[in-house]
C-alpha cells in the first residue's frame, strides 16, 4: 500500500466542539462531587436525613473523572512519564523513538479497553443498579471508552502525520493479534515482552502503560483473565474514601489559580523575611502549605515559584541554591493533612485517614524545619537584612490572607469535629477555596476561570488515578503469585539486623 501521498497532507486540528465538551462534562461531574456532600451536611445537621445513593454517586463520579481526566491527558499529551533516555539519543533518532513509545502505548491500551469490556460484560450480566433505573454497567463503561480514548490519542501523538499514524495503526494491530494468535506459548512470551516495554518507558511510554503492560504480560503469561486489571482499577477509584482526593485537590487548585500565592508570600515575608536566612524559612513553610493542599510539588512550585525566586535571589543566595531549596521545598507538604500520599497509603493500606493524618504531622514539621535550616546555612555568608520586623506591615499582611490561613483550620475542623466524612470535609474544603478565590477576592470568575481551574485539576487526578488503578491490578497479581510472602521469607532468612533491613528497604524504595 502507497502511503507515500498522505505523508506531507496537513493534518486537521483538533474539534474544538468535543474538546469543549470533554471540558464540560469533567467539570461538571467536579461540581456535582463538591455539591452533594455539601448538601448531605446541610441536610443532616438541619433536618436529620440525606440524599439517598449520594456517596454511591460520589464514588463513581471520581471513576468517571479518574477515566476523562486521562483522556484529557492524552489529549494534551500531558499523560505522566518517565522519559529520559530520549535525551541522550541523537536528534534524529527522537522522532521514531516517539513514534516506537506512543505506538506501543496504544498497543497496551488497547487490550486494556479490552480487558475492560470483558469486565463491563461480567458486570451487565450480573445486573445491579447504581441508581434506581441506573444500571451499574452504563457507569462503569466509561473505563473501555476512556482506554479507547487514550488510545486514539496516543495513535495521534505518534506522529505529525498521517502515514506516520496509518503505522502505528499497523503496529497497534500487529501487536493485538500477536497476544491473540501467538505462535510461542504465552509463557516463553512473557521476558521478550517485558523487555520491550522496558524500552519503551525508556524512551518515553507514559507510567500507566508501564505499570498496564506489566500486569498484561504477567497476567497473559500465567494464562489468568487480564480483567483482573479493570476489576481493580475499579476497585480503587470507587473506594468510599477516595473521593477526597480530587476534591482536596481541586481545593487546592482554585488556591493556586486565584491570587492566595501572593497573600501568602506577604504574610511570610512579614513574618521571618526580616532576619538572615528569613526568605529560606518562608519559602520552607509556604511550599509547605501549598503542597498540603495541593497534593504535588509541580502545582505549588507554579504557583510560588515565579514569586519566591526573585526573594532568594534579591537575599543574595546563589542561583543553584536557590532553585535546589524552592524545588525541594515544593514537596514538604506531602505528609501534612489533607495531602494526597497520606490519603492514598491509608486507603491502600486500610488505616484510618485520621490516624494517617495525625502520623504524618511530626515528621512533616521535621523535615520543614530541616529544610529551614539548610537554607539559613545557606545563606550564612550572605549580608545581614536591612529589613525590619513591622508589626504594621505583618498585621496588615495577617489580615489580608486570613482567609487563606483560615483553610487549614476548616478543613481539619471539618474532618477531626466528627460531623463530616473525609470526603464530606474534602468538599467543603473545595466548597470553602471556591468562595474565597471567586467571592470574597475574585480573583476567579465564575464563567471564565472556574472552567479551567476544574478542568485542570481533572486532568491532573486522571492522570495519577489512571497509573494508581493500573499499579493496583499489578499488585492484584504479585499477592497471588505469592512474591510479597517469598520476599518476606527471604528477609526473615537472610537479614537480622532491624537497620540493615531498613536501610535495604529504602534502597529499594528510591530504586522503584
Request: charged share 10%.
Amino acid at each position: 500500500m502507497d502511503l507515500g501521498h498522505l505523508e506531507d497532507q496537513p493534518v486537521p486540528q483538533p474539534v474544538g466542539f468535543w474538546h469543549r465538551a470533554e471540558n464540560l462534562l469533567i467539570t461538571f461531574a467536579l461540581a456535582i462531587m463538591v455539591v452533594l456532600p455539601v448538601t448531605e451536611i446541610i441536610l443532616r445537621a438541619g433536618w436529620s436525613t440525606g440524599l439517598a445513593g449520594s456517596s454511591t454517586l460520589v464514588q463513581h463520579l471520581t471513576l468517571v473523572v479518574g477515566m476523562l481526566g486521562g483522556a484529557l491527558a492524552a489529549r494534551d499529551g500531558r499523560l505522566l512519564a518517565l522519559s529520559t533516555a530520549t535525551t541522550l539519543l541523537p536528534a534524529n533518532w527522537k522522532g521514531r523513538t516517539h513514534w516506537f513509545s506512543q505506538s506501543f502505548g496504544a498497543a497496551i491500551s488497547v487490550w486494556l479497553c479490552v480487558a475492560s469490556v470483558q469486565f463491563v460484560l461480567v458486570e451487565k450480566e450480573g445486573g445491579n443498579f447504581l441508581l434506581p433505573g441506573l444500571p451499574l454497567w452504563i457507569i462503569q463503561s466509561i473505563l473501555p471508552l476512556g482506554f479507547g480514548a487514550i488510545t486514539l490519542r496516543l495513535i495521534l501523538h505518534a506522529s505529525a502525520h498521517w502515514r506516520g499514524r496509518l503505522r502505528a495503526v499497523l503496529f497497534v494491530a500487529a501487536v493485538v493479534a500477536l497476544g491473540i494468535w501467538s505462535p510461542w506459548p504465552a509463557a516463553h512470551m512473557v521476558w521478550p515482552a517485558m523487555t520491550i516495554l522496558f524500552a519503551a518507558t525508556l524512551l518515553g511510554a507514559p507510567v500507566f502503560v508501564t505499570l498496564g503492560g506489566a500486569g498484561l504480560i504477567l497476567f497473559w503469561g500465567a494464562d489468568q483473565p487480564i480483567a483482573a486489571l479493570p476489576v481493580e482499577h475499579y476497585r480503587l477509584v470507587t473506594n468510599p474514601a477516595l473521593p477526597s482526593i480530587p476534591l482536596f485537590t481541586l481545593a487546592g487548585y482554585f488556591m493556586a489559580e486565584g491570587g492566595a500565592s501572593r497573600r501568602l508570600v506577604r504574610v511570610f515575608q512579614a513574618l521571618v523575611g526580616w532576619f538572615r536566612g528569613g526568605p529560606a524559612i518562608a519559602t520552607a513553610l509556604l511550599c509547605a502549605f501549598f503542597t498540603s493542599l495541593t497534593g504535588g510539588s509541580g502545582v505549588t512550585i507554579l504557583a510560588l515559584g515565579g514569586l519566591l525566586m526573585p526573594v532568594l535571589l534579591a537575599a543574595k543566595y546563589s542561583e543553584r541554591d536557590a532553585l535546589g531549596l524552592l524545588t525541594g521545598a515544593g514537596s514538604l507538604g506531602i505528609l501534612l493533612p489533607p495531602c494526597l500520599p497520606v490519603i492514598l497509603y491509608a486507603i491502600i493500606a486500610k488505616v484510618g485517614i485520621k490516624e494517617m493524618f495525625l502520623g504524618g504531622l511530626i515528621p512533616g514539621i521535621l523535615l520543614i524545619a530541616m529544610t529551614a535550616a539548610w537554607g539559613v546555612w545557606a545563606g550564612r555568608r550572605a549580608p545581614a537584612s536591612k529589613m525590619k520586623f513591622d508589626f504594621t506591615e505583618a498585621r496588615a499582611a495577617t489580615w489580608a490572607a486570613k482567609w487563606e490561613l483560615l483553610l487549614p483550620v476548616v478543613s481539619l475542623g471539618a474532618l477531626f469535629s466528627g460531623w463530616a466524612t473525609p470526603v464530606e470535609a474534602a468538599a467543603v474544603t473545595a466548597c470553602y477555596a471556591f468562595v474565597i478565590e471567586v467571592i470574597i477576592h475574585r480573583d476567579l470568575h465564575i464563567f471564565r476561570d472556574c472552567p479551567r481551574v476544574l478542568t485542570e485539576a481533572g486532568l491532573l487526578i486522571g492522570g495519577i488515578l489512571l497509573i494508581l488503578g493500573v499499579a493496583l491490578g499489578l499488585t492484584n497479581y504479585f499477592i497471588d503469585a505469592q512474591i510479597p510472602d517469598t520476599l518476606a521469607l527471604w528477609a526473615a532468612e537472610h537479614v537480622k539486623s532491624r537497620w540493615i533491613f531498613l536501610l535495604g528497604l529504602n534502597l529499594v524504595l528510591l530504586i522503584v
